[in-house]
């Protein structure tokens, strides 16, 4: 993998958002779930497409913490206009564990 400057990855905003709602989004090429994430005044809520449905379930998800990238342009994924990037990883089995903060912080606080 490329190494990258210090500069470039200051330009990445990695922030927290709180899941407000999750739906899930029969016409998404791979199995998913629509989430809304309140990153906080500053940012505002932003819609995003995750591909998490062996894990957890909407349920699950509302109320729930997740690590995002919030400057990336919005992305078309089917009839939704994805615009943030929800950042997890993936397991041996192809199975995605969110990435969240182990404590609660303020919505749209930056991964420092």
């Known amino acids: 993998m490329a190494e990258i400057s210090w500069d470039v990855f200051q330009q990445i905003e990695l922030r927290v958002g709180t899941v407000i709602d999750a739906q899930p989004f029969p016409q998404a090429r791979n199995p998913s779930y629509i989430l809304h994430v309140d990153f906080g005044s500053e940012i505002g809520v932003r819609k ?3 591909q998490v449905t062996d894990l957890y379930t909407p349920e699950t998800l509302v109320g729930k913490q ?38 609660a912080v303020p919505n749209g606080s930056r991964l420092a």
Request: overall charge negative; hydrophobic content about 45%.
């Open 48 to 50: 995003s497409s995750a």
């Open 66 to 103: 997740v690590l995002a990238v919030t400057n990336l342009p919005a992305k078309q994924i089917g009839p939704i206009k994805s615009e943030c990037l929800i950042t997890g990883f993936h397991q041996a089995d192809n199975t995605v564990v969110l990435a969240a903060p182990e404590i």
